[in-house]
């Protein structure tokens, strides 16, 4: 593939929160060449428009667009003539603001004309009037304009308006929203009538298309719609321009606007990747969670270690120049940073004893590394003693690091071999097989963050949203699994602050994993044992078990040994099995579960998370939820 | 109208937050007289059925129904065979808990049959089943039910099955999302089959009825659908059985049970009240806000004094027996309240300087009071001085007061003469004419509290939804009016922590009147004479102006008189024009405006808001939004 290139970018400034100066400041941080002017932007600053074009220039920010400019076309007298009194008006502002294209939406008024050649009419006086200026026009059909919803009505009422100021804006959301797209542009719409472009995902939502638009847009890559197919039909028909993010959400207003354009600006590199247009190192080839990493100090690892002695770990190896512990079951390991003045320590101090890296197994980790680069992600490399393994990592969302290390399964050297001196442990007789996944809790603003992250970095695949009803709140959870399956990362959120996740997220003031699953071959015997060594498991009440006989039918011995033991089940449509048990939790701060996957089952038994959840909530004030029969 | 007798009152556990113990407390607490069981509830509590039955009984409260059992009836075999031995394990469970009838709803399954009569003889199986054991069925249509969407439907189905232990079960939300209502239900459907009747309201929204259902549901009050006409016309038809809410809100699901479960307490009463089966003391005719009282201490007063003077208000009383001084500008009243001891004290101590109470203008103070205790609303009794008036007043859901006072236009004594000495102020050139409106800001939970405490207490209106993009994030706003337009409250809330109103309701951890705005009969003189006070005016941008000249073509001379005094200006379609000001916050914790409506404007100039939001949030932190056009 040879690398054409790359198209200039562009963000509105309604994608952003905050005041205009600080929306350019954001935009030019994250590398964007320009900004769509959203007009109520530039209402409620308190410059001129003239000010907003020397901000721009001193930050080499070119301006793409002004707009809106709503309810124009179609109107009858006397409002026609005001229409074009008013787009005079704007004009003025225009040449101030010094951008040369408006965006005229489809009229969403009652009064509107179903009327195109009047439309036509009325587009081609006002491009005129426009031309005169040196400025242009671009009409653009709302999903939900009174007549004009579909961008080939769009076109059909330009192509009769016949003005060369007078072209075409197509919008993502606007198509994709109405189940269209763009077949049939190419050949019917000249490429350089197409004068602008905006782009826009969305989740999936049976939603009316306008409410939809203003609250739950996207950037590309954090939804569900097809912008990849949007925007290689519309190269495929001779367009090349400039890619434009609009978004509408909720939470980006609310979110830091440095974050929310660094995450615009990725998700337009990472498009451009998908249509082919540039080359990015390759996504990487996942072999599973090496290890986790906890941020301890001595006093913290040793109330650690016993928790986690209780699911068999055992102390197996110590850095060789840096205080950190290696824990071992079977194929899962768990490092115990205690290092002074690391990431980990940092993260200690801020947050108490809690998960501050994972290590990812990849094919190539420089790789990995320098599509981060590419996306901006942040790279971190730790100080390393003599002869150790550098191991490069990637920053989450959240501040907390991935490592990326060398597949062992594909031959590397494990990097135990290198930094730590490691001890045979005992072999355990039902040896953890290794993490089967890995959950982060994430603070509403930051879920689209850490979505883009998973999806275009490390290339992992959403699956179901589920709506989990914890005892003080619904808590919304999706896993995001590498192709191959290797790696499975679930994200749960909650709006609600009482909710476990909510709890958790709110005393992180932000994001974390709070939940490891570890895999393995026999959940009973795992189970067994870990009782044995007096592991903190979580009680299940014998209603779970009355409601499974009478949903799944089992047979009463398999469910006596399912309930002896507090294991969780589920069995999905082909008959796969998850039998699945949980630690309490440890400090508020992070629960352990054991699981055993039969028969292809791949979900996460997100049909037992309310049982878990109140069992949880039960554990976490012991007594006072409890009815006691004696009574 | 002669009193009917009441209705029982029941509670699905679902609508409330907790453990299942903490729910039926809460239930109990309230006066409810019976719960539906949710099952999840069930399954997800840690003692036996048996216990929650003693539970009950302890709190005197019934169980009025086990639900929901999903997913019965018309599935082909073997599933038929494995729903009735899961029917029978239910009906183990129904007996343990000691109630008798249980919910089937709807069958959603790809797979269920489009087959009436075998759904009917499915349905009749499981009733013969029921019945052996003295248990009974009901049968309710979901809204998107894969065969079964109507009531009629199901109706027709027990028609068939036709069963003695075999009903109909309603629930106002699956009809009325639908657009249907119970016509034809009288004369077809014998009173005593409709075995159970499920209410719940809630906010129209264009969205498939499943996401609705399961997050948007609210109390009967709460919310647009006709749930008044829904129970007319079940009433007409001979019913009377008992009222059960059952809502599921993300909300609720997050707010304190006992609170919710008080919320929907009122509900049913206000319910009954409206369907004419019981008679509460008569909704309030209003008169106006007679004042407004703040929480200070003598410097805060002193402060607030001066930010208050800038508006023209001079001290023209002082209370006769207690520290609080009475402010005033022509017509609109003020109360300084610095008493030790008083409510005003234990929310200064709390808050510091805040809005603590207000006084409406009613017909007969002692009847809303009267009102208010049927409803289950505090009422509050301030200890008083000798020789001075009682003033009744009932706590709003934030905790402040809303005192009641007889109107002066009726007649009534002004309770100024009795309880202050009264010092006659200077006349002002352009005097306040009253409180034109008074703003809460409240959390996104307490949200639907404050709607029910307008709506149920007081008779306000809602007005139409508003969405205002604030830099941070979006507010939501809705004004609640009297039906005489004597009375405007409008309510805003936020989810994002950062607007301006996310910042003051964190800050209040709850809710508060944040913004009092006084009508004015020539707002330009009002602000020229506040100008000359000194007063602490909000600055509004020019661009503003420019836009308002292109949208609204105003003369050149009018526009540069609002522009010259930052003057805000609205039009509505019939030409009524509003015309308003703002001061700058005083402390972060109220704003002031002076509005004048012409022409029959009622609106609140929300066209405005995200100008005057920007500029109060540049006031916040002046230098920082700001971009020199001299850099």
Redesign the interface.
Known sequence: MTELARLPKSIATVCL??????KLEAASAAGFQSVEIF??D???????????R??CE?LDLGISIFQPFRDFEAMPEPQRT?NL??AE??FD?MQALGTDLVLVCSNVQPGALDDPARAAADLHDMAERAARRGLRVCYEALAWGRHVKRWRQAWEIIRIADHPALGLCLDSFHTLALGDDLSGLAGTVPPEKVFFLQLADAPR????PL?WS??HRLFPGQGELDVTRFLQDLLKAGWAGTLSLEVFN?EF??APSRRTARDGLRSLLWLEEQVGRVQLPRLPTLGGIEFVEFAVDAAAREELGRFLGGLGFARAGLHRSKDVELWRNGAANLVLNAEPDSAAAERFEQLGPTVCAMALRVDDPERVVARAEALQYPVWRERIGEGERHIPAVRQPDGTLVYLVEDPAQGARPIWEDDFSVSPVEDSPAPLLGVDHAAEAVAPGMMDSFVLFYRTLLGLQAETLW?L??????VRSRAFVAPNGSVRLPLSVS?????GT?RFVSALAGAGMHHIAFAVADVATAVDLAAARGAPLL?I????Y??L???L?LEDAELLALQRRHLLYDRDAAGGVFRHAYTRQFRDRIFLEVAERDGGYTGFGAVNA??R???Q??DARPGV???S?A?
């Open positions: 929160s905050g005041a205009l100066p600080d007009e109520n530039l209402l409620t600053f308190d410059g001129t428009p003239a000010d907003v020397r901000a001193d005001r009194d008013r008006r704007k502002t939502l049976a939603m009316d409410s203003r609250h909720d207003r609310g709506e009803p914890d005892p003080y709140g619904l709006e609600s602050t009482r909710t909510g009680d009440p014998e209603n779970y009355e409601d006989a009478a949903r039918g309310p049982v959840m109140a069992a909530r039960r939820d409890r009815t029969s009574e």
